[in-house]
Each structure stands twice: as C-alpha cells, then as structure tokens.
Nanobody, 125 residues
Framework: QVSLTEFGGGWVQAGGSLRLSCLVSGRLFRTYTMGWFRQAPGKQREFVAAIGWNAGTRTTYADSVEGRFTISRDNDKNTAYLQMDSLKPEDTAVYYC?????????????????WGQGTQVTVSS
C-alpha cells in the first residue's frame, strides 16, 4: 500500500509564498504522475497542478494558478513539491497530493489512485 503525506501548509498574508511537500512511501515513486488538488469550504475539490513520472518534464496547471504556482519532484527523496507564490485569499483551501501510475499528467481526480490526508493553507487579505 502506498501512503502520501503532505507538509508545509499554514497561514500567510496575501502576496506571500508557501511550499508544500508530499512524501510518498515505497520504491516506485518515479513511476507515478503526481498531482495537487484543493478543496475550499463549501466547494468541490479542484485540480491545481500535476507533473509526469520519472524526470517530470511534463507539467500542467489550472488556469487559476498558472504563473504563480510551480510543481516539481525529487525522485531521490520520494517527494513532490508545490511552490506557491503571489498567494491570494481565494487560494485558501485544504491541499491534497495524489498519485497515479501513468505517464502523462492530467487533472482528472477520479483517475488518481492514492491520496494524502491534506494540509490546510490559509491566505489572509
């Protein structure tokens, strides 16, 4: 069984930055496409960003975070990252990382097999 654990959530003022980390158990990390999703109170879970397996040369982002957020991965550390800059109050949500064994990253949450427990990000105005 694969487990995912998120780190790095917290509180920040608008315009600030946070970096989220997602540690994945096991030895197959480089074979997973990794995704980040978020869910704000009263809203559905939405896609944020995803990075393809192995070298992670393929990435995709939601329009709402394009240019502000950067997804990356370190296969030696079994960790995926989400660097969040120029944060806005509307970025406030619980952020989840997810994994699936496919090559091409995408934002369809239903196709991700493994999920973390989530970490809260709060951006104040």
């Amino acid at each position: 069984q694969v487990s995912l654990t998120e780190f790095g959530g917290g509180w920040v003022q608008a315009g600030g930055s946070l970096r989220l980390s997602c540690l994945v158990s096991g030895r197959l990390f480089r074979t997973y496409t990794m995704g980040w999703f978020r869910q704000a109170p009263g809203k559905q879970r939405e896609f944020v960003a995803a990075i393809g397996w192995n070298a992670g040369t393929r990435t995709t982002y939601a329009d709402s975070v394009e240019g502000r957020f950067t997804i990356s991965r370190d296969n030696d550390k079994n960790t995926a990252y989400l660097q969040m800059d120029s944060l806005k109050p509307e970025d406030t949500a619980v952020y989840y990382c997810a994994a699936v064994r496919i090559i091409t990253p995408h934002g369809n949450a239903d196709e991700y097999d493994y999920w973390g427990q989530g970490t809260q990000v709060t951006v104040s105005s």
